[in-house]
């Protein structure tokens, strides 16, 4: 640990429910003094429209260093106040930030904030990407510069997330639903294809079970369960119960989800876009945007398949947890001039 060099890590509203993000923290922990703020915006508490940046800029003043998650305005705020204090800026980006999917009006490029997040991502020390393609969004859709941005995909924890006990003929997804986000998911695309497997229980995690969703959850068959925020442990049993994950997303950056499941023995099943074939690769099955029969197909082929200790090897291979450590910790150190030797 470099007790001498300071982090303030900024994290978003969900942030301390996302094992990515948790992940990031850990890491930073290891090696160096760290201080965690939430950016919780609320229009029911306009004060926090002021407490927020005002509590980014205490942090940054007692800190060598603001690492941020996403590049929304609280990033904004942590490169502005690094750039007028002299202190050095990594924002990461996710993918929504860059993101321009006009049929479902996705992308913050469509809204007040891109401005802001072109401002955020020219002036950062650096940028870091989870995948090639976000780099190449943030360029054509927001006008980034790009000479600062780099490719740093997710790490996953190959010793949390692993297959445990037999696999069972079940097709899972994740997703939490907003304005976009049924579609976005393609939590509608994977309803419809329940109706195509009746003999296959599919699962949904991430949706509210209530009134909100019971027009969404119709259009699944009698086969699909429908389950809310669960607790960590009880998901992790599911990715582990379930033979077939499906990231039918019109969108994303490198599915942590999808990485997970991967880790935990699911035979993939995704769409053709940004990260989702990155992490597939080879060891799962990738099937055409919003068709609900072909993915069907897909999902009875990858139930038949015994793919999953290849999806499970990829992940391990490519995208382990000691390679975003390694990556981020010499970031840290090529900002701030430390001798990495000894690391």
Same mark, same amino acid.
């Given at each position: 640990?470099?007790?001498?060099?300071?982090?303030?890590? *900024?994290?978003?509203?969900?942030?301390?429910?996302?094992?990515?993000?948790?992940?990031?923290?850990?890491?930073?922990?290891?090696?160096?003094?760290?201080?965690? $703020?939430?950016?919780?915006?609320?229009?029911?508490?306009?004060?926090?429209? *002021?407490?927020?940046? %005002?509590?980014?800029?205490?942090?940054?003043?007692?800190?060598?260093?603001?690492?941020?998650?996403?590049?929304?305005?609280?990033?904004?705020?942590? =490169?502005?106040?690094?750039?007028?204090?002299?202190?050095?800026?990594?924002?990461?980006? &996710?993918?929504?930030?860059?993101?321009?999917?006009?049929?479902?009006?996705?992308?913050?490029?469509?809204?007040?904030?891109?401005?802001? =997040?072109?401002?955020?991502?020219?002036?950062?020390?650096? *940028?870091?990407?989870?995948? +090639?393609?976000?780099? $190449?969004?943030? $360029?054509?859709?927001? &006008?980034?510069?790009?000479? @600062?941005?780099?490719?740093?995909?997710?790490?996953?924890?190959?010793?949390?997330? !692993?297959?445990?006990?037999?696999?069972?003929?079940?097709?899972?997804?994740?997703?939490?639903?907003?304005?976009?986000?049924?579609?976005?998911?393609?939590?509608?695309?994977?309803?419809?294809?329940?109706?195509?497997?009746? +003999?296959? +229980?599919?699962?949904?995690? &991430?949706?509210?079970?209530?009134?909100?969703?019971?027009?969404?959850?119709?259009?699944?068959? +009698?086969?699909?369960?429908?389950?809310?925020?669960?607790?960590?442990?009880?998901?992790?049993?599911?990715?582990?119960?379930?033979?077939?994950?499906?990231?039918?997303? %019109?969108?994303?950056?490198?599915?942590?989800? %999808?990485?997970?499941?991967?880790?935990?023995?699911?035979?993939?099943?995704?769409?053709?876009?940004?990260? $989702?074939?990155?992490?597939?690769?080879?060891?799962?099955?990738?099937?055409?945007?919003?068709?609900? !029969?072909?993915?069907?197909?897909?999902?009875?082929?990858?139930?038949?398949?015994? !793919?999953?200790?290849?999806? /499970?090897? /990829?992940? /391990?291979?490519?995208?382990?947890?000691?390679? /975003?450590?390694?990556? %981020?910790?010499?970031?840290?150190?090529?900002?701030? &001039?430390?001798?990495?030797? @000894?690391?």
């Amino acid at each position: 640990m470099d007790a001498s060099t300071r982090i303030l890590f *900024v994290r978003p509203r969900g942030g301390k429910n996302a094992v990515f993000m948790t992940v990031d923290k850990e890491i930073f922990e290891r090696h160096f003094r760290v201080q965690v $703020i939430d950016a919780v915006w609320s229009e029911r508490r306009p004060f926090s429209f *002021v407490l927020v940046p %005002l509590r980014i800029l205490i942090g940054t003043i007692q800190s060598d260093v603001t690492f941020t998650w996403f590049a929304g305005a609280h990033a904004f705020f942590s =490169v502005l106040w690094s750039r007028l204090l002299g202190k050095k800026s990594i924002v990461t980006v &996710g993918g929504w930030e860059v993101a321009r999917v006009p049929e479902i009006g996705y992308g913050l490029s469509f809204t007040p904030l891109a401005p802001i =997040v072109r401002y955020t991502l020219n002036h950062a020390d650096l *940028v870091l990407v989870v995948d +090639d393609s976000l780099k $190449i969004q943030a $360029i054509e859709n927001i &006008g980034a510069e790009g000479s @600062n941005i780099r490719t740093v995909p997710i790490g996953c924890d190959y010793e949390v997330f !692993k297959p445990a006990g037999p696999k069972e003929a079940v097709a899972l997804t994740v997703g939490k639903i907003g304005k976009d986000g049924t579609r976005r998911k393609g939590i509608d695309v994977f309803m419809k294809a329940s109706r195509f497997l009746p +003999d296959v +229980d599919f699962i949904w995690i &991430g949706g509210p079970v209530d009134e909100s969703t019971a027009e969404l959850r119709a259009l699944g068959g +009698d086969n699909v369960v429908s389950m809310g925020s669960i607790p960590f442990s009880e998901l992790l049993s599911i990715f582990q119960k379930a033979k077939v994950y499906c990231q039918l997303s %019109l969108h994303e950056g490198l599915p942590a989800a %999808l990485c997970e499941a991967m880790l935990c023995g699911c035979v993939p099943v995704g769409t053709n876009l940004c990260g $989702i074939p990155v992490a597939i690769g080879d060891t799962g099955f990738i099937v055409p945007v919003s068709d609900p !029969k072909a993915a069907a197909a897909a999902i009875r082929k990858a139930l038949e398949s015994d !793919k999953g200790p290849k999806a /499970r090897e /990829r992940i /391990r291979t490519l995208f382990p947890i000691e390679r /975003r450590e390694r990556e %981020l910790v010499q970031a840290v150190d090529g900002l701030t &001039g430390k001798d990495v030797s @000894n690391r």
